[in-house]
């Protein structure tokens, strides 16, 4: 028998760019709206798989997504993150844009009559736009309650960190309903900040390469802010790879926090401590070591094997499978990276499947 594999990084795309228009209210219905495909960066040879481009637009089809998921790779869940239009310059549009995105995911990915016998292992995200605290908190109360909403999902383009007093009303929303946060990169570009702290890359390689430390930047001001501290059942889920980078930036924020407790006496343990109560990250194809032998060791470095939960990043062009997210890892580690840290985050119960 072999235990479950959970996908917790799935995005569903809608089949046309004008389809989001069909959920927006008819105030908003005429309004421009940035393509999702307007990015800064473009992927070599394209941003989805190239198998995937064909009869219908890539990761948009529930039957095409279920099929590639379920039946060849293995997954018996997939937690959906649908991606919205980044930042837009007035709030208000973006927040109806996101909530939109969140009716047109009810209703043709998570309700029982649009995806046949794949309808129960389908989950959903609960898009909110954090430069609108008072729409995002209202935002997770109208979804809060539905089954297969397991939890929020914010941009990871922001321009303050997550760790600011401004954003804590939505943090205390999601913690009060038991919904983790998922940051993930967002899609077409509005008025967002460099994608880097001192201006553009100039390449896809470099905006790549350094986009992970944007989630170091989020994760280090929940902590040095107080948040994790004020908010015990708060989790955060860095959707978009960048563990491996993760032991070094809390070495350091270690042992910063250890000269300096003057300044924030509020953190009352080394800020790694932080880690397994509040924080996961979901595996990258880009994340890890050069050599599968030295594998094992570095993921319990910051006890890594507890935090990382396997992410396809279906149906873009890294996408990767279970087996090689567990590539090198032992049976143990294997388990938690596959399903075990997912279905504990998720309340997903376990279950045995024959080969």
């Given at each position: 028998m072999n235990p479950m594999i959970i996908d917790a990084n799935v995005q569903p795309h809608f089949r046309y760019n004008a389809e989001i228009r069909r959920y927006l209210p008819d105030s908003h219905r005429l309004r421009a709206i940035p393509d999702v495909e307007r990015q800064w960066y473009q992927a070599p040879g394209g941003d989805y798989r190239q198998d995937l481009y064909g009869q219908?637009?890539?990761?948009?089809?529930?039957?095409?997504v279920s099929r590639h998921l379920f039946d060849e790779a293995g997954v018996d869940y997939a937690i959906l993150n649908p991606l919205t239009r980044g930042n837009i310059?007035?709030?208000?549009?973006?927040?109806?844009?996101?909530?939109?995105?969140?009716?047109?995911?009810?209703?043709?990915?998570?309700?029982?009559?649009?995806?046949?016998?794949?309808?129960?292992?389908?989950?959903?995200?609960?898009?909110?736009?954090?430069?609108?605290?008072?729409?995002?908190?209202?935002?997770?109360?109208?979804?809060?309650?539905h089954p297969k909403l397991v939890q929020v999902g914010v941009p990871m383009q922001s321009r303050e960190p997550y760790g600011k007093p401004m954003f804590e009303p939505i943090w205390e929303a999601a913690a009060a309903h038991g919904l983790p946060v998922a940051v993930h990169?967002?899609?077409?570009?509005?008025?967002?900040?460099?994608?880097?702290?001192?201006?553009?890359?100039?390449?896809?390689?470099?905006?790549?390469?350094?986009?992970?430390?944007?989630?170091?930047?989020?994760?280090?001001?929940?902590?040095?802010?107080?948040?994790?501290?004020?908010?015990?059942?708060?989790?955060?889920?860095?959707?978009?790879?960048?563990?491996?980078?993760?032991?070094?930036?809390?070495?350091?924020?270690?042992?910063?926090?250890?000269?300096?407790?003057?300044?924030?006496?509020?953190?009352?343990?080394?800020?790694?401590?932080?880690?397994?109560?509040?924080?996961?990250?979901?595996?990258?194809?880009?994340?890890?070591?050069?050599?599968?032998?030295?594998?094992?060791?570095?993921?319990?470095?910051?006890g890594k094997s507890d935090l990382l939960m396997y992410g396809s990043s279906y149906p873009h062009w890294s996408a990767s499978r279970p087996e090689a997210a567990a590539e090198g890892l032992d049976p143990v580690q294997r388990d938690?990276?596959?399903?075990?840290?997912?279905?504990?985050?998720?309340g997903l119960e376990a279950k045995e499947r024959a080969q």
């Amino acid at each position: 028998m072999n235990p479950m594999i959970i996908d917790a990084n799935v995005q569903p795309h809608f089949r046309y760019n004008a389809e989001i228009r069909r959920y927006l209210p008819d105030s908003h219905r005429l309004r421009a709206i940035p393509d999702v495909e307007r990015q800064w960066y473009q992927a070599p040879g394209g941003d989805y798989r190239q198998d995937l481009y064909g009869q219908h637009y890539p990761g948009s089809d529930p039957e095409t997504v279920s099929r590639h998921l379920f039946d060849e790779a293995g997954v018996d869940y997939a937690i959906l993150n649908p991606l919205t239009r980044g930042n837009i310059a007035d709030y208000l549009l973006n927040s109806r844009i996101c909530a939109a995105v969140n009716d047109w995911l009810l209703d043709r990915w998570l309700e029982p009559d649009t995806t046949g016998r794949y309808a129960d292992r389908f989950l959903g995200t609960i898009r909110v736009n954090p430069e609108d605290p008072r729409g995002a908190v209202a935002e997770i109360e109208r979804l809060a309650g539905h089954p297969k909403l397991v939890q929020v999902g914010v941009p990871m383009q922001s321009r303050e960190p997550y760790g600011k007093p401004m954003f804590e009303p939505i943090w205390e929303a999601a913690a009060a309903h038991g919904l983790p946060v998922a940051v993930h990169i967002n899609g077409g570009n509005g008025v967002d900040y460099a994608p880097t702290f001192a201006g553009h890359a100039h390449t896809y390689p470099g905006y790549a390469a350094f986009m992970p430390l944007n989630y170091f930047v989020h994760l280090a001001t929940l902590i040095v802010e107080g948040v994790f501290g004020r908010l015990p059942d708060l989790r955060f889920v860095f959707a978009d790879g960048g563990y491996d980078i993760l032991t070094p930036l809390m070495w350091r924020l270690d042992t910063f926090w250890l000269s300096m407790r003057d300044q924030t006496p509020w953190v009352d343990r080394y800020p790694s401590e932080y880690l397994p109560g509040h924080v996961r990250f979901c595996s990258s194809a880009f994340d890890g070591a050069p050599e599968p032998g030295h594998t094992q060791r570095w993921m319990e470095f910051t006890g890594k094997s507890d935090l990382l939960m396997y992410g396809s990043s279906y149906p873009h062009w890294s996408a990767s499978r279970p087996e090689a997210a567990a590539e090198g890892l032992d049976p143990v580690q294997r388990d938690k990276v596959l399903w075990r840290n997912a279905s504990e985050l998720y309340g997903l119960e376990a279950k045995e499947r024959a080969q």
